[in-house]
Nanobody
Framework: QVQLVESGGGLVQAGGSLRLSCAASGRTFSSAAMGWFRQAPGKEREFVAS????????YYADSVKGRFTISRDNAKNTVYLQMNTLKPEDTAVYYCALDRHLWGSRIADDYDYWGQGTQVTVSS
């Protein structure tokens, strides 16, 4: 069984930065792709970023490309999402997810395990 715990969310002004962390339990982390998704009130969950098992392949949603960076530390079983130049439209609950396949995906259904989420609020 895999458990994912996100942290690092909070309230920030537009233009500011936050770094989200997702700590994973279980031995599958280092051989699994990881992803970040978000869900704003009244909207569907959407893909933000993903990273392959070894960190060598990353994907980003167009809306965050150039502002967000996904990374991972397999020794710490942790994946990160550095968010810079935040905008009010980035306000959402952010979820990390684990995909037992190697390379990552933009599709939520490809992910097997999900965290509980962390709230990010960007004020204008």
């Amino acid at each position: 069984q895999v458990q994912l715990v996100e942290s690092g969310g909070g309230l920030v002004q537009a233009g500011g930065s936050l770094r989200l962390s997702c700590a994973a339990s279980g031995r599958t982390f280092s051989s699994a792709a990881m992803g970040w998704f978000r869900q704003a009130p009244g909207k569907e969950r959407e893909f933000v970023a993903s990273i392959s098992w070894n960190g060598g392949r990353t994907y980003y949603a167009d809306s965050v490309k150039g502002r967000f960076t996904i990374s991972r530390d397999n020794a710490k079983n942790t994946v990160y999402l550095q968010m810079n130049t935040l905008k009010p439209e980035d306000t959402a609950v952010y979820y990390c997810a684990l995909d037992r396949h190697l390379w990552g995906s933009r599709i939520a259904d490809d992910y097997d395990y999900w965290g509980q989420g962390t709230q990010v609020t960007v004020s204008s």
